[in-house]
């Protein structure tokens, strides 16, 4: 079995992979995302590389091997899943489900995961829009179509899809804004010269800041579609 280190290295470089859409992960954006130094990950990615899990070339960066990515989409549907059913069972916020999440993935079985799964209806994503592993390794879900809030003009319907900085303050101040993954917005104004997106949520107007609007997937919604406004 591979060791708690290893499965977070390769979950993370999963997430990386996923997110960013490139074949290659950086060395540097495996340090930022773990906190840990460039040497640390240089060396890790040797043993990966040495135990079959990754093919890993300096100065380029790493991917997963086949037997890696297994491992790295069963951490990831544990951690999805487990943080899912915090939210619908014990009512944990989504800013307070990571970090149980992180120390739960590692000592759950399989056979417990697949129960969650089966309880929550086999849910496509979790309480931040991240899509869902399935069993067999399928991405439930990643076929959705989606494009960052900054890239939307003003008059644009929009529905929240997922949140890319799960960051505990990010996320209590999308909360204190009225956002939640599923729900309905609309654009009012796309001032890019200012750097700020205005919308209506839930009968309010808000403004959010460019940088915050990059770290926001939303589905477009036709023009006709019911939203709160």
């Known amino acids: 079995m591979p060791s708690l280190t290893v499965e977070n290295y390769l979950k993370v470089i999963l997430q990386i992979e996923l997110q960013s859409g490139q074949p290659s992960v950086s060395t540097g954006q495996i340090a930022a995302a773990l906190d840990v130094s460039p040497g640390t990950v240089t060396s890790m990615q040797k043993t990966l590389?040495?135990?079959?899990?990754?093919n890993y070339r300096p100065y380029e960066g790493v991917s997963l091997t086949a037997a890696g990515r297994v491992i790295a989409l069963r951490m990831v549907r544990r951690h999805r899943l487990i943080e899912l059913f915090l939210v619908q069972t014990l009512d944990l916020s989504w800013d307070q489900v990571h970090e149980e999440a992180e120390n739960m993935e590692h000592a759950v079985s399989d056979v417990l995961i697949d129960r969650i799964d089966h309880y929550l209806g086999h849910p496509e994503f979790d309480p931040h829009g991240d899509p869902i592993p399935s069993a067999d390794g399928e991405l439930r879900g990643a076929e959705q179509e989606t494009r960052p809030l900054a890239n939307c003009p003003a008059g644009t319907v929009i529905r929240w899809a997922r949140v890319l900085n799960?960051?505990?303050?990010?996320?209590?101040?999308?909360?204190?804004?009225?956002?939640?993954?599923?729900?309905?917005?609309?654009?009012?104004?796309?001032?890019?010269?200012?750097?700020?997106?205005?919308?209506?949520?839930n009968e309010q107007p808000i403004?959010?800041?460019?940088?915050?609007?990059?770290?926001?997937?939303?589905?477009?919604?036709p023009v006709t579609a019911g939203v709160s406004q």
């Open 207 to 221: 403004s959010i800041g460019h940088s915050a609007a990059e770290q926001l997937l939303v589905e477009l919604l």
């Open 166 to 201: 799960q960051d505990p303050d990010f996320l209590r101040f999308l909360s204190d804004t009225g956002i939640e993954i599923g729900n309905d917005a609309t654009v009012l104004s796309n001032r890019r010269e200012a750097g700020i997106i205005e919308l209506r949520i």
């Open 49 to 54: 590389a040495d135990a079959g899990l990754a």
